[in-house]
């Protein structure tokens, strides 16, 4: 199954943070609904993963630097059992 994005009002080109999740499967949908609550149009979910035996699933989010601890801090205290990924950056680096 492609990737599928949940949100897609702002372009990927402005959220050149991502971060991979794993959650189970069964709650993937509450994952959504939770994040995309919590952070709007400051987020993007793609779907890169799903073990549709209810396994694990794995999401790539797209945020902006300047949302990454609000979306930290929303997966630990909203979804303690998910597994943080690797943090990475899109695009050049400004420093």
Same mark, same amino acid.
């Given at each position: =199954?492609?990737?599928?994005?949940? %949100?897609?009002?702002?372009?990927?080109? +402005?959220?050149?943070? %991502?971060?991979?999740? @794993?959650?189970?499967?069964?709650?993937?949908? @509450?994952?959504?609904?939770?994040?995309?609550?919590?952070?709007g149009?400051?987020?993007?979910i793609?779907?890169?993963? %799903?073990?549709? @035996?209810?396994?694990?699933?794995?999401?790539?989010? $797209?945020?902006?630097? +300047? $949302?990454?601890?609000?979306? =930290?801090?929303?997966? =630990?205290?909203?979804?303690?059992?998910?597994?943080?990924?690797?943090?990475?950056?899109?695009?050049?680096?400004?420093?």
């Amino acid at each position: =199954m492609p990737p599928r994005s949940l %949100s897609t009002a702002v372009p990927r080109i +402005a959220l050149p943070c %991502s971060l991979t999740l @794993r959650i189970d499967t069964p709650r993937a949908e @509450r994952t959504h609904r939770c994040l995309l609550e919590a952070l709007g149009n400051a987020i993007q979910i793609d779907d890169i993963a %799903s073990d549709s @035996r209810g396994g694990r699933s794995t999401l790539l989010l $797209h945020t902006d630097p +300047a $949302h990454l601890d609000a979306l =930290m801090h929303t997966i =630990m205290t909203s979804l303690p059992e998910a597994e943080f990924g690797p943090i990475g950056q899109i695009g050049p680096q400004v420093h």
